[in-house]
């Protein structure tokens, strides 16, 4: 019909399905009783988000003084937790918006747990943004509301500022994209639905779904605006929280290279993380026929392609740092990799640079307990990078008297496995709630791709072509 | 879609089929309300005859608020409201205010038009309407015909609705 694909194109269902088979594979998790695996993986994430929980109630509690922070390093955990999660935030909008645009097919079957992944990572990202303010229940205050003080308003000179509006507007517009792009699968799941509880709920949120031609075809330009602004929107976070830092006079923070650097960072890691949750639940979800090896694979060339650019990134800092001829940022890096945070700084060279790599060669990047290995060793590295970029940078001051050391403690690593709680808690939600695949995406790009096409649908193909 | 409209629904279990049939209908005469599928036809609103959206116009007129109200806030807080002097720059500091007023742009297009599509589509949280045929949210493509407006017969119509390809023939 519409689309002609090349008969090379690896394919993107495999299996044989009819579009009533996605709709039965996709629909069985939501529809069933949760699965024994299920409930112990939500078990265990549940116990993590308590703990984490009271970790958090502590340090909201106490004040920010149980973080291991001093006089020379005001940022540790809590902005490297920030910048990792947002990081990964980054993914699902790429995968949704950019490869959208770029009218890149294999998408359809991975941008909807994308998407609710960098949901979940952005609200995580904000969990430290509160915490870190001290009196996370005066977070308005960085809104520009008229206050009780006269009219003293925020300062829209500041990138903290400009990042609150980033982050808010990030996750509001990307919330809205997910919504829209579940009312299809939500009116798919209402109209089967035989409990009562169901039709109720599924129907309340499909919004009176009917899939009438002229409601696809503005959803279709909806979706394509979305997409559109949604590109640069994931863009600019990413840039406005390397300016956090790039507009700092602190040596190793204040360069330039620092937005296109985060943005590769971002997608790294984000691309990291999604796979990883892909490989999980391709098999717990049965749903190799969707997600196959060949979606796998395309996952990792974009995280040879973006680790390779923060390769660049990282020597091209190091070249520049020499370059300039300004000793205070000279010694920064040479500090970063011989100093006493040197195995931090190795650390991250390895996993992000030198591990990536290694999907050069098919039979690794095609390989699923490779891929999952290195897709956890890539955001292992992500973190570490943040971590070198605040505490390396921080903790040898330019008067030797104030050089120190950061060590976390309980409440540090508390909050940061609250983070994981909230995230995986709320990812095992979504997948036995909601459609874990987008359905009606899927059913779109099948035909002319789909194995084993029924030999009357291929004539009927050719009758409209004719 | 009220109860007493009188509709009879062809339903087809292929898109190139009904993207087919619907040229085919139409060919005869015979007006064609809608065409319900489970995921979007390219060429089926054109096919269908359904005008070309104005949603791109509307998200450009919400970017465009957007724009407008988020310089109108900061100029009017950091400029009229409360100047301050911060990094000895001038309090109309624009290229300082990109960043947010871009967001502000996003956030305006990006709810505008999502509003803009709801409303034009009528949906709605707790809208009970259920699709003609319910498995056109599953694999069918419906291809629904009100009787009322149009001057061809029922059995004419059922007839043209076989003819194209139909699996199955309703009344609703």
Same mark, same amino acid.
């Given at each position: 019909?519409?689309?002609?694909?090349? #008969?090379i194109?690896?394919?993107?269902?495999?299996?044989?399905?009819? =579009? *009533?088979?996605?709709?039965?594979?996709i629909?069985?998790? %939501? &529809?069933?009783?949760?699965?024994?695996?299920?409930?112990?993986?939500?078990?265990?994430?549940?116990?993590v988000?308590?703990?984490?929980?009271?970790?958090?109630?502590?340090?909201?509690w106490?004040?920010?003084?149980?973080?291991?922070?001093?006089?020379?390093?005001?940022?540790?955990?809590?902005i490297t937790?920030?910048?990792?999660?947002?990081?990964?935030?980054?993914?699902?909008?790429l995968?949704?918006?950019?490869?959208?645009?770029?009218?890149?097919?294999?998408?359809? *079957?991975?941008?909807?747990?994308?998407?609710?992944m960098?949901?979940?990572?952005v609200?995580?990202?904000?969990?430290?943004?509160?915490?870190?303010?001290?009196?996370?229940?005066?977070?308005?205050?960085?809104? /520009?509301? #008229?206050?009780?003080?006269?009219?003293?308003? %925020?300062?829209?000179?500041?990138?903290?500022?400009? +990042?609150?509006?980033?982050?808010?507007?990030?996750?509001?517009?990307?919330?809205?994209?997910?919504?829209?792009?579940?009312?299809p699968?939500?009116?798919?799941?209402?109209?089967?639905?035989?409990?009562?509880?169901?039709?109720?709920?599924?129907?309340?949120?499909?919004?009176? @779904?009917?899939? *009438?031609s002229?409601?696809?075809?503005?959803?279709e330009?909806?979706?394509?605006?979305?997409?559109?602004?949604?590109?640069?929107?994931? $863009?600019?976070?990413?840039?406005?929280?390397?300016?956090?830092?790039?507009?700092?006079?602190?040596?190793?923070?204040?360069?330039?290279?620092?937005p296109?650097y985060?943005?590769?960072?971002?997608?790294?890691?984000?691309?990291?993380?999604?796979?990883?949750?892909?490989?999980?639940?391709?098999?717990?979800?049965?749903? &190799?026929?969707?997600?196959?090896?060949?979606?796998?694979?395309?996952?990792n060339?974009?995280?040879?392609?973006?680790?390779s %650019?923060?390769?660049?990134?990282y020597?091209?800092?190091?070249?520049?740092? @020499?370059?300039?001829?300004?000793? =205070?940022e000279?010694?920064?890096?040479?500090?970063?990799?011989?100093? #006493?945070?040197? @195995?931090?700084? @190795?650390?991250?060279m390895?996993?992000?640079?030198?591990? /990536?790599? $290694?999907?050069?060669?098919?039979?690794?990047?095609?390989?699923?307990?490779?891929?999952?290995? $290195?897709?956890?060793?890539?955001?292992?590295?992500?973190?570490?990078?943040?971590f070198?970029?605040?505490?390396?940078?921080?903790h040898?001051?330019?008067?030797?008297?104030?050089?120190?050391?950061?060590?976390?403690?309980? =409440? +540090?690593?508390?909050d940061?496995?609250?983070?994981?709680?909230?995230?995986?808690?709320?990812?095992?939600?979504?997948?036995?709630?909601? /459609?874990?695949?987008?359905?009606?995406? %899927?059913? *779109?790009?099948?035909?002319?791709?789909?194995?084993?096409?029924?030999?009357?649908?291929?004539?009927?193909?050719?009758?409209? &072509? &004719? | 879609?009220?109860?007493?409209?009188?509709?009879?629904l062809?339903?087809?279990?292929?898109?190139?089929?009904?993207?087919?049939?619907?040229?085919?209908?139409?060919?005869?005469?015979?007006?064609?309300?809608?065409?319900?599928?489970?995921?979007?036809?390219?060429?089926?609103? !054109?096919?269908?005859?359904?005008?070309?959206t104005?949603?791109?116009?509307?998200?450009?007129?919400?970017g465009?608020l957007?724009?407008?109200?988020?310089?109108?806030?900061?100029?009017?807080?950091?400029?009229?409201d409360?100047?301050?002097?911060?990094?000895?720059?001038?309090?109309?500091?624009?290229?300082?205010?990109i960043?947010?007023?871009?967001?502000?742009?996003?956030?305006?297009?990006?709810?505008?038009?999502?509003?803009?599509?709801c409303?034009?589509?009528?949906?709605?949280?707790?809208?009970?309407?259920?699709?003609l045929d319910?498995?056109?949210?599953?694999?069918?493509?419906?291809?629904?015909?009100?009787?009322?407006?149009?001057? !061809?017969?029922?059995?004419?119509?059922?007839?043209?609705?076989?003819?194209?390809?139909?699996?199955?023939?309703?009344?609703?």
């Amino acid at each position: 019909m519409s689309h002609v694909v090349s #008969p090379i194109r690896e394919k993107l269902v495999t299996g044989g399905k009819s =579009y *009533s088979d996605v709709t039965h594979d996709i629909c069985k998790q %939501v &529809e069933g009783e949760p699965t024994k695996e299920w409930k112990i993986a939500f078990g265990i994430s549940c116990l993590v988000f308590i703990y984490g929980a009271y970790c958090l109630f502590y340090t909201w509690w106490q004040g920010i003084g149980v973080w291991g922070l001093n006089k020379t390093v005001g940022w540790a955990w809590d902005i490297t937790n920030f910048v990792w999660w947002v990081g990964i935030g980054h993914a699902g909008t790429l995968i949704s918006a950019v490869l959208l645009l770029f009218r890149q097919k294999w998408r359809t *079957s991975i941008n909807r747990s994308a998407e609710a992944m960098t949901i979940f990572a952005v609200l995580c990202a904000a969990s430290f943004i509160l915490a870190h303010m001290g009196r996370p229940w005066l977070a308005h205050w960085a809104l /520009p509301l #008229p206050n009780a003080f006269g009219s003293l308003w %925020v300062n829209f000179n500041s990138p903290l500022v400009w +990042d609150v509006f980033a982050i808010s507007t990030y996750l509001s517009v990307s919330l809205l994209f997910w919504y829209m792009g579940l009312v299809p699968d939500l009116a798919t799941i209402r109209d089967r639905a035989t409990t009562a509880g169901r039709k109720f709920w599924y129907g309340f949120f499909s919004l009176g @779904w009917t899939g *009438s031609s002229k409601t696809w075809a503005r959803y279709e330009y909806m979706s394509l605006i979305l997409a559109g602004i949604s590109t640069p929107l994931v $863009l600019s976070v990413h840039t406005i929280v390397s300016m956090d830092f790039a507009t700092s006079v602190i040596p190793g923070w204040h360069t330039t290279i620092f937005p296109p650097y985060f943005v590769a960072g971002a997608i790294f890691s984000g691309f990291a993380m999604v796979q990883t949750l892909l490989l999980i639940t391709r098999v717990v979800f049965k749903l &190799e026929d969707y997600i196959t090896i060949e979606h796998i694979e395309m996952m990792n060339i974009v995280i040879t392609v973006t680790g390779s %650019v923060v390769g660049i990134a990282y020597l091209t800092e190091f070249f520049i740092a @020499w370059y300039s001829g300004v000793e =205070y940022e000279s010694y920064a890096f040479i500090n970063r990799a011989t100093g #006493p945070y040197w @195995w931090a700084y @190795w650390m991250m060279m390895t996993c992000n640079v030198i591990s /990536p790599q $290694l999907f050069w060669s098919k039979a690794i990047r095609t390989n699923l307990m490779v891929s999952f290995f $290195l897709s956890i060793v890539v955001n292992v590295g992500m973190w570490f990078e943040r971590f070198v970029i605040i505490v390396t940078s921080l903790h040898r001051d330019y008067l030797p008297s104030s050089w120190a050391m950061f060590s976390p403690t309980m =409440y +540090d690593i508390g909050d940061y496995i609250f983070s994981f709680g909230l995230f995986f808690t709320l990812f095992f939600l979504f997948a036995k709630y909601l /459609p874990v695949v987008n359905m009606a995406e %899927v059913k *779109s790009v099948m035909k002319g791709v789909s194995s084993n096409f029924p030999a009357k649908k291929a004539k009927a193909a050719k009758k409209t &072509e &004719e | 879609m009220s109860s007493t409209t009188n509709y009879i629904l062809g339903v087809y279990d292929d898109e190139d089929e009904v993207l087919h049939a619907v040229g085919e209908v139409k060919a005869k005469g015979i007006k064609i309300e809608d065409v319900f599928t489970p995921f979007p036809i390219h060429g089926l609103d !054109v096919a269908v005859g359904h005008e070309r959206t104005r949603l791109p116009i509307a998200a450009f007129m919400f970017g465009t608020l957007g724009m407008i109200c988020a310089l109108s806030l900061i100029s009017y807080t950091m400029v009229f409201d409360w100047p301050m002097i911060i990094g000895g720059k001038d309090f109309f500091a624009l290229p300082n205010w990109i960043p947010v007023t871009f967001e502000g742009t996003v956030l305006f297009t990006a709810f505008g038009l999502v509003t803009t599509f709801c409303i034009s589509n009528d949906l709605w949280p707790g809208n009970p309407t259920l699709p003609l045929d319910i498995r056109t949210t599953d694999d069918k493509f419906v291809m629904a015909i009100n009787v009322d407006k149009n001057k !061809v017969s029922a059995a004419d119509i059922k007839k043209a609705l076989k003819d194209s390809g139909a699996i199955e023939v309703n009344v609703k």
